[in-house]
């Protein structure tokens, strides 16, 4: 069970085994972003839907940086639900 102040980013495979040709993949791997509060974890998700803070990233490489304080004045708060 993931804590509530978590946002999930996606899933990758994390393990690939070889046999002949082929390959598969024995592990698959779920990336989250994880926030100290359900809050913080809301009004990351609500910045970063506005295309600020650079977006969530990809599984393998996620993006769980928050908004720069200089950057605040570019929320539009109206948009925060």
């Not at 390959?23 to 994880?34: G, L, S």
């Not at 809301?42 to 970063?48: F, L, R, V, W």
Request: charged residues 15%; hydrophobic residues 35%.
């Amino acid at each position: 069970v993931v804590n509530r102040g978590c946002h999930y980013v996606g899933t990758y495979c994390s393990r690939r085994v070889r046999i002949g040709f082929i390959r598969f993949c024995v592990i698959d791997t779920k990336a989250y972003c994880c926030y100290s509060s359900p809050f913080a974890r809301i009004m990351n998700e609500q910045i970063k839907a506005q295309g600020l803070a650079g977006g969530w990233g990809t599984a393998q490489q996620p993006n769980c940086s928050g908004l720069p304080i200089g950057q605040l004045a570019t929320v539009d708060w109206d948009r925060v639900d």
